[in-house]
């Protein structure tokens, strides 16, 4: 008797050496395409969205343009999840993530041809990952200690994940502008102090860090465009008609004369209000929401400077740069904390207006402008800087770093290699297998670069060998040099990250044998 | 389909639109039946074990579940064959009342079909094999029983239970660090534990997780978590000695369930209303103040207004918790929920030792800890780890240490696990198989057989021979008369489970053999299945 059908119609149902060829197609392919974007020689991803318009993104970053795929396959799906924990996670080496964990399934795919358990391989390559790690751990060097020197570690770090991104040009430029971003936050991780603002217009050149505070907002007509030693009240009121709040009340009148005196009462309330602001003794009014114009004009007639519709994060910023607090009621003036700077002024940027805080109360934040030719420039701008600042506020919390350009992988695969000679048993395989992987992210970073890996890799395997090598791979010149003279460097948290989550992945995506899809939701047919 | 014709050859109509509808029966059924159920085991089969595989599940919303879950395997695979949702079911019932041992249970169910399956092929009545069934499955309880050992652990001694914990969780992609995790979940286990009523409420503990970070950083935190922030960036972000106001009032404007109507038509009634509109603000903030909270937390969203207020008043507050994690704050605080501003009295507020929030990596997710509260009892497991799916399975598999934990606590009989127990009992039942004169003899030989079927599929997924190792296991366990002999997966070098530290509950295998006699007897006595054809 045939057997019964047990699943859904639409539903399908892969087991044992199938499925598993699935997930490992499905997870190379996905390395495939972002191994390309990998090293200083990376290129880019055109990426059109399905959407209106047909937006274009142009980008470098692994973990956008995973994000934007659309993948039906549940083993890549493994792979862009890791990708996005680690831009959450640190920010930066996403598509080195993915690409390690690609290769790490390559060759576990070969070694299951070859009749190897996945458990097997399993444990070998967790006795390796940890192996990898103290390698890691024994070679890192840690300047906490050293403010020079730590600085020019953050630059070297800041340099090293710039280089691989469009902004690789003036990379020196934006590692100076992040560096110092990083280093005004004082340790603290909340890059929310950190404002970007993007404005098409000028070169990458022209982008500059702001010690202030810039808000992308015009001021109100008629009211001063400078003001010197400002009292800044932030508040989060409305400045409309202020509704009453009680529910279910409605105006209800019988006359036209009626009308006018309610309509009095509201524009008494509201003179009232903004006199209860002015009692403040400020000269300057940051507003989350509207200010209508009737407000607005006594504002002007006060001489205070106005500003409406900043929207929520910047209110945020402002009251955490000026110090004061954010305020939605007035009645007692003596209490509020009103923020304070030294200068406010208008300032022009291309051809915007924008306004200027400077001389702020707390060091914390600070703005970036970014200039560029194009949106699609500016936005790949952004998110190159935004992984440098990840990685570097990261850093100064974890302030390991390691050389780069492949030289911890060659690290890691040397430790690896010795520790697979020293096992008996089927694991050494799978472990030997784990630094084959390890050595595949250097080669790629030669192929990328046009440069002839086998050739290359060979060598700095040799190199490696020494005691106490600095060697990696130097894109530029295309031959194997020396990191700590070049000045190319990698944080420890992100090398960590990458080769933990990779290893979690890789055996996740192994320990599957079976994959069953189930039948797609139907969609109501639209009439 | 079977008709009835008359004497003139015209077809007799029994069921309601007859020719529409497909008939299997008799024994055509119960090998349909039979053939179904053994399917889904035969998914299941390969998770068993310390060395089972995983497998990946897509929902038909497109998002992936990775995991060794018997249960969870079942519940999503979108089953349609209705003996097939028998097994699902099977599979839950074991997950509510045991919460471990899912797969074992399938497996169990799925040879005891195949076995059964051979007989009625010999001829023998379905309902006698479903007897003898029950006959074996009655002398493996209480053969169990007896095999069973008494254990002793206290609130000091945990060894015990850790090691039961990590013989679940050894199934798990989380064995990396099992250790860890089973010190947790018994930890966690132990500090909602009522030892003298031998009663563990698990509500009281809450499994959290948050994607990022590695598995080594999983927690426990004698406290909660709520994945909220203060309500105003600027309010305290950590509060010592806190006393907590549990609110499920809005900070807003009363909205009465009456349909009203407050009609302003001068301007008096204008300027009445906005004075009482901000007293009423004041007053709630004032209320909060008065009765000596420093912290509150409520169900609903406040109005920029009371917001501003709180914040001027210094009193951080927390907003949009959810409906279950307030009751949790509620039991583990020791406060009382207040749905009114009015009956806000000192004696309900909650208190707790601290209070902070604390944010993660890169992006700006913010969670509030609330730790030392007065009633200790509520903890939060909060779990990091590389991904999603790597924290949902996690989930899981705590959630499966946590209730064996509680299994033990609420009894303290342990058997031997690696398959020993199984083969152990199939000895036993095989002995008492002779004694029974008639047919059932056979069943009850079967019901060993299929018992056997487990240790096999657990050296099969371990890579080993699975006839000879059964075999020999077996002859060992009969030759020593020790029934602690079972299938070493890790390879340790020795199968006696005993030196392994391998333990599973009793209550656990006693009701796994329970519950799969119960359901293939249901399925055996199923004779007719009508089902409407395709359409």
């Not at chain 1, 492949?406 to 290699?417: C, S």
């Not at chain 1, 060697?471 to 948290?493: H, R």
């Not at chain 2, 009032?249 to 038509?265: A, G, L, R, S």
């Not at chain 2, 020999?472 to 008369?481: D, L, R, T």
Request: charged residues 25%; proline residues 3%; hydrophobic residues 40%.
């Amino acid at each position: 008797m045939a057997i019964e059908k047990i699943l859904k119609d639409d539903a399908s149902e892969e087991k044992g050496e199938r499925a598993r060829m699935a997930s490992f197609v499905g997870a190379i392919s996905i390395t495939d395409l972002v191994k390309t974007t990998l090293g200083p020689k990376g290129m880019d991803k055109i990426l059109q969205s399905t959407g209106r318009g047909n937006e274009v993104t142009v980008t470098n970053d692994g973990a956008t343009i995973l994000k934007s795929l659309h993948i039906d396959n549940p083993a890549a799906k493994v792979l862009i999840d890791i990708s996005k924990v680690q831009d959450d996670e640190v920010g930066d080496g996403t598509t080195s993530v993915v690409v390690l964990a690609g290769e790490l399934l390559r060759e576990a795919e070969k070694l299951v041809a070859a009749k190897i358990h996945p458990m097997t391989i399993i444990s070998g390559y967790r006795m390796a990952a940890e192996c990898a790690r103290n390698a890691l751990l024994q070679r890192v060097v840690d300047n906490k200690e050293n403010a020079e020197k730590f600085k020019s570690d953050l630059m070297k770090i800041a340099m090293t994940t710039l280089s691989s991104k469009i902004l690789s040009q003036d990379k020196e430029h934006f590692a100076q502008l992040a560096v110092d971003a990083v280093m005004r936050l004082k340790g603290s991780t909340n890059l929310e102090a950190i404002q970007i603002i993007k404005k098409p217009g000028g070169s990458l050149m022209d982008s500059f860090l702001d010690e202030g505070f810039i808000l992308d907002k015009k001021i109100g007509l008629g009211q001063p465009k400078r003001i010197e030693n400002a009292k800044i009240l932030v508040a989060n009121t409305a400045m409309d008609t202020d509704k009453v709040k009680i529910y279910g009340a409605r105006v209800r009148v019988d006359s036209m004369s009626k009308v006018a005196e309610i309509e009095g009462a509201e524009k008494e309330k509201m003179r009232e209000k903004v006199k209860k602001i002015l009692g403040h003794g400020i000269n300057c009014f940051v507003n989350r929401q509207l200010i209508y114009n009737f407000p607005e004009e006594l504002f002007a007639d006060a001489g205070i400077l106005a500003i409406e519709h900043a929207d929520f994060d910047g209110i945020e910023r402002l009251a955490l740069v000026t110090g004061g607090e954010i305020a939605s009621t007035f009645d007692n003036p003596e209490s509020v904390k009103l923020g304070h700077c030294k200068l406010i002024e208008e300032i022009m940027i291309g051809e915007d207006k924008l306004i200027h805080f400077s001389g702020v109360e707390m060091g914390q934040a600070c703005t970036i402008v970014l200039r560029g030719a194009s949106h699609h420039v500016l936005d790949e701008a952004e998110r190159s800087l935004h992984d440098a600042l990840c990685v570097l506020s990261q850093t100064v919390n974890d302030t390991r770093v390691l050389l780069g350009g492949g030289w911890p992988e060659m690290v890691m695969a040397k430790e690896v290699d010795e520790l697979a000679r020293k096992t008996p048993g089927k694991k050494s395989h799978a472990i030997e297998a784990f630094s084959r992987a390890l050595v595949a992210i250097p080669t790629i970073i030669a192929d990328n670069a046009g440069l002839d890996s086998a050739d290359l890799v060979a060598k700095l395997r040799a190199e490696h060998h020494k005691e106490g090598c600095n060697a990696g791979i130097d894109v530029i010149s295309g031959s194997v040099g020396d990191m700590a003279e070049l000045g190319i460097s990698e944080a420890f948290k992100v090398k960590q990250a990458v080769l933990l989550s990779a290893t979690e992945a890789a055996e996740m995506i192994l320990r599957v044998d079976e994959i069953i899809t189930c039948a797609p939701r139907k969609r109501e047919d639209r009439m | 389909m079977a008709l009835a014709f008359d004497e003139y050859g015209r077809p007799f109509i029994i069921l309601k639109e007859q020719d529409q509808k497909t008939r299997l029966r008799g024994i055509d059924a119960q090998k349909a039946n039979i053939s179904a159920g053994k399917a889904v085991a035969r998914i299941l089969r390969t998770s068993l074990g310390p060395k089972g595989m995983d497998k990946i599940l897509q929902s038909p919303d497109g998002d992936v579940t990775i995991t060794n879950d018997g249960a969870t395997i079942l519940e999503q695979m979108d089953v349609d064959n209705q003996i097939a949702k028998l097994m699902v079911e099977l599979s839950q019932s074991q997950d509510y009342e045991i919460g471990d041992g899912t797969t074992g249970v399938v497996v169990m169910a799925g040879a005891l079909l195949e076995q059964a399956e051979r007989l009625l092929e010999r001829g023998i009545h379905p309902i006698r094999i479903a007897e003898g069934y029950e006959m074996a499955s009655r002398i493996a309880v209480e053969h169990l029983e007896h095999i069973s050992q008494k254990f002793d652990f206290g609130a000091s001694n945990i060894e015990p239970l850790v090691q039961t914990c990590m013989t679940t969780l050894s199934s798990k992609i989380v064995n990396r660090c099992k250790r860890h995790l089973a010190e947790i979940s018994v930890k966690a286990v132990l500090s909602v534990a009522d030892l003298e009523r031998k009663d563990v409420n698990l509500d009281m503990i809450k499994v959290e997780g948050k994607v990022g970070g590695k598995l080594e950083d999983t927690e426990l935190i004698y406290g909660i978590t709520v994945d909220k922030d203060m309500s105003h960036p600027q309010m305290p972000k950590q509060i010592e000695d806190a006393k907590i106001a549990i609110l499920t009032c809005p900070f807003e404007p009363p909205k009465p369930k009456t349909k009203h109507k407050v009609d302003i038509d001068t301007v008096e009634k204008f300027q009445t209303l906005r004075l009482q509109e901000q007293k009423y603000f004041d007053d709630m903030v004032q209320k909060c103040k008065d009765v000596g909270a420093t912290l509150v937390i409520c169900q609903w969203g406040f109005d920029d207004e009371a917001n501003h207020l709180l914040m001027h008043r210094n009193l951080p507050a927390v907003r949009w918790v959810g409906g279950v994690e307030l009751e949790l704050i509620a039991i583990a605080t020791g406060g009382r929920i207040v749905p009114r501003f009015q009956e806000l009295t000192p004696e309900k507020l909650g208190r707790a030792g601290l209070v902070r929030e604390k944010s993660f990596g890169t992006t700006k997710d913010k969670m509030l800890y609330i730790e030392h509260c007065a009633n200790s009892r509520a903890v939060t497991i909060f779990i990091r780890g590389g991904n999603k799916m790597m924290i949902e399975e996690t989930k899981r598999s705590i959630h499966d240490a946590l209730c064996v934990a509680r299994n033990l606590i609420r009894n303290n009989s342990i058997v031997y696990g690696g398959g020993s127990a199984e083969i152990s009992c199939s000895i036993a039942v095989e002995a008492a198989a002779d004694k029974y004169p008639g047919v059932e003899q056979y069943a009850v030989r079967a019901f060993a057989d299929a018992l056997d079927s487990v240790p096999m599929a657990l050296a099969e997924n371990s890579g080993l021979q699975p006839i000879e190792t059964l075999s020999a296991v077996k002859s060992q366990q009969i030759k020593e008369n020790n029934p602690h002999y079972g299938i070493d997966c890790n390879d340790v070098g020795t199968n006696d489970m005993r030196e392994q530290d391998v333990f599973e509950t009793l209550i656990g295998k006693q009701q796994q053999i329970l519950l799969a006699t119960q359901v293939v007897k249901m399925i055996l006595k199923i004779d007719d299945v009508i089902s409407p054809s395709d359409y």
